[in-house]
């Protein structure tokens, strides 16, 4: 007789069986589900023997998977919502940049897919197209020879693969790093804008100014071109705006005065952010640049060595005239780096990608409209991706 019909046929007849029974129901209601061991010793009683399994560790490594499995379902929802806050942003600035799109980098693109030689005639001809972009002839000249190395080096035949590689060139000649502006929690940050007249810097400041605020940060805005009275209220307007605060003087005052006061105002109000507009046309260019370079030593005499930020505002549509402006200015006022506006405005917009490369300073933020919410910062990849078809 096996052990098990022992157990069940003469369950009545022995109370140590009829226990034992009891025990193994009771053991196999819990849980835990104990192994069970069944002895059959010499004088035939039965008896029971549970194996004990550590208590408590198997619940809680299991409780730890299904915690686990949870975590990762929540962490999963949450990037969804990112991933769509970024691709909602990646067509919104696509839709913005249409005209650069439509214009020259489609026009790219169909150059090449008429093409069936990648012959020198062809390399001829885009650069035409690259120079006609406003990206300049020195600069066109180092992508193209560029994309050309690469042609050879892959082994490139078929010319319906040369638009996606020049993409690839292109973006190298993008400077990536130090494209934010650094701003320093519990510190006086300034930023200089300096620029030509009509490129945007007021606008753009307004715009930055709202950014700032919507994160929190103090800011004011130092109405540093005096040499127009529109140009304090064009100012003050944006400060409403934005609800920044304002320092300003009347016109004609001495701007590098206007300075000095928003600085002390900055330091006395414990300011986060101080965004100092400058004139882009003085009356003639040498008073100008003398102008700057008054303010770019009133500011470094108030913060000693301190990293400052040295904005220039260049339109986007403007050729190759912004190189020449780039490298006066940052003679003058040694610049960190560069807004490019109206881009939303152009069918070319080649000056974004001479421009860092040329003058060796990151581009920080682009405009694409006028409203004050048009101001982007500059993130190669997704600008890269919007432009190029
Ligand atoms: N479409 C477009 N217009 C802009 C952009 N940024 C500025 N503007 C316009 O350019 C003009 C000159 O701007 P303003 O800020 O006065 O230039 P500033 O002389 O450099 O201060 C204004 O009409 C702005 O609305 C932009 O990103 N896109
Ligand atoms: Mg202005």
């Known amino acids: 007789m096996g052990i098990f019909n022992k157990i069940f046929n003469k369950k009545d007849k022995n109370p140590e069986n009829k226990e034992g029974i009891n025990n193994i129901k009771n053991i196999e209601k819990t849980e835990e589900k104990k192994l069970v061991k069944v002895i059959n010793d010499e004088t035939g009683k039965i ?3 549970t194996i004990k399994k550590e208590p408590q560790e198997e619940p809680k490594e299991e409780l730890k998977e299904e915690l686990k499995e949870e975590l990762k379902e929540e962490l999963k929802e949450e990037l969804k919502e990112e991933l769509k806050e970024e691709l909602k942003e990646e067509s919104n600035l696509r839709e913005k940049l249409t005209k650069p799109r439509t214009g020259f980098f489609s026009k790219l693109k169909t150059f090449f897919s008429g093409k069936s030689l990648i012959d020198d005639a062809m390399y001829d001809e885009m650069e035409d197209i690259l120079i006609q972009s406003d990206i300049g002839l020195e600069m066109t000249t180092k992508i193209v020879s560029s994309l050309e190395k690469e042609i050879k080096i892959k082994g490139i035949k078929d010319t319906k693969k040369i638009y996606p590689l020049l993409k690839e060139v292109m973006e190298r000649f993008l400077i990536k ?3 934010e502006l650094k701003i320093e929690d519990g510190q006086v940050n300034i930023i200089l ?3 030509v ?16 605020i919507e994160n929190g940060k103090k800011v004011v805005l130092g109405a540093g071109d005096t040499f127009r009275a529109a140009a304090i209220e064009q100012l003050e307007e944006w400060a409403k705006r ?5 320092v300003k003087g009347k016109q004609g005052d001495d701007p ?3 300075v000095y006061d928003t600085l002390e105002y900055a330091y006395e109000k414990n300011v986060d952010v101080v965004i100092i507009d400058t004139a882009g046309r003085l009356h003639n260019k040498n008073n100008l640049m003398k102008e700057l370079e008054k303010i770019n030593n009133i500011i470094k005499k ?3 060595d301190r990293y400052y930020e040295s904005i220039l505002v ?8 912004a190189i020449s402006q780039a490298k006066e200015f940052n003679e003058v006022t040694d610049l960190t780096g560069f807004i490019i506006t109206k881009l939303d405005g152009t069918a070319k917009g080649g000056i974004v990608f001479s421009i860092s490369e040329l003058i060796k300073k990151p581009i920080k933020f682009i405009g694409v409209g006028e409203k004050i919410s048009d101001l982007r910062e500059f993130d190669v990849r997704e600008y890269i991706n919007a432009i190029f078809d």
């Open 302 to 304: 108030k913060i000693g």
């Open 242 to 246: 934005s609800k920044a605060d304002i």
């Open 177 to 179: 790093e130090n494209t």
């Open 197 to 212: 007249n009509g490129v945007g810097k007021t606008t753009t400041i307004g715009k930055l100014a709202s950014k700032f």
């Open 47 to 49: 008896g029971l023997e």
């Open 314 to 321: 260049i339109d986007g549509t403007t050729g190759q005239n």
């Open 256 to 258: 590098g005065a206007v």
């Open 193 to 195: 804008v300096v620029g």
